[in-house]
């Protein structure tokens, strides 16, 4: 069935520091991808999602490609701020669900 | 439009005591599900349904009913609550139409304690 990996957190930043963060997936065929974010005290909210190969999925300055070549999805960000503090969770459908990675945490600190 | 609420925000059980955690959305939305999330976890679905009247299990079904007798409505019932299921329960829904490439909503989520 479909997965997908996240790598694991926290992760610390500095304020305006470049972001990574890496997901892949196993699938059948080239489901949607998405990424999901929760902020502290929230639920999650969609943050960007591409739905097939070779698109790029942005949103708030993130950016995520689809690539079918490395089954990847990884979520990058030229320059965070310490508003983007938060949970981030990549996931891509399942069998009448979504399946979403273990979540990785960002702190940005100014 | 208040999309997806969920009520209470916080509970705290004793352990076997019943409870219902309850989810609305005014998005006229079919697919409902509800998620609960531990640390190092991620979310794991619970249950789902994809209309009024069709439920479904998910990954975590067990100690867990849910019903489904209106569109907005999909309560999530703990029949006898215990330590293991205390978590962050979210509620989502989305549409059923091309819904794997559908955004989901959440809810804002229940913090549940069982002691």
């Known amino acids: 069935g479909n997965s997908v990996t996240q790598m694991e957190g926290p992760v610390t930043l500095s304020e305006e520091a470049f972001l990574t963060i890496n997901c892949t997936y196993t699938a059948t065929g080239y489901p949607s991808l998405f990424w999901y974010v929760q902020y502290p005290g929230e639920g999650l909210q969609l943050l960007l999602k591409?739905?097939?190969?070779?698109d790029k999925g942005s949103n708030k300055g993130f950016e995520a490609t689809y690539r079918k070549e490395t089954t990847s999805f990884h979520l990058e960000k030229g320059s965070v701020q310490v508003s983007d503090s938060a949970v981030y969770f990549c996931a891509l459908p399942g069998t009448g669900k979504l399946i979403f990675g273990q979540g990785t945490t960002l702190q940005v600190k100014p | 439009n208040a999309g997806v609420t969920q009520t209470p925000k916080f509970q705290v059980l004793k352990t076997g005591q019943s409870m219902t955690l309850q989810c609305a959305q005014d998005?006229?939305?079919?697919?409902m599900s509800w998620y609960r999330q531990d640390p190092g976890m991620g979310l794991r679905l619970i249950h789902y349904?994809?209309?009024?009247?069709?439920?479904d299990q998910g990954e975590v079904p067990n100690g867990y009913n849910v019903s489904r007798s209106t569109t907005e409505d999909f309560p999530l019932r703990l029949l006898s609550a215990a330590p293991s299921q205390t978590s962050v329960y979210f509620c989502a829904s989305s549409s059923t139409r091309g819904w794997a490439s559908n955004e989901q909503f959440f809810g804002p989520g229940t913090r549940l304690t069982v002691l």
């Open positions: 998005m006229n939305h079919e697919y």
């Open positions: 591409a739905t097939k190969a070779d």
């Open positions: 349904s994809v209309g009024a009247g069709i439920t």
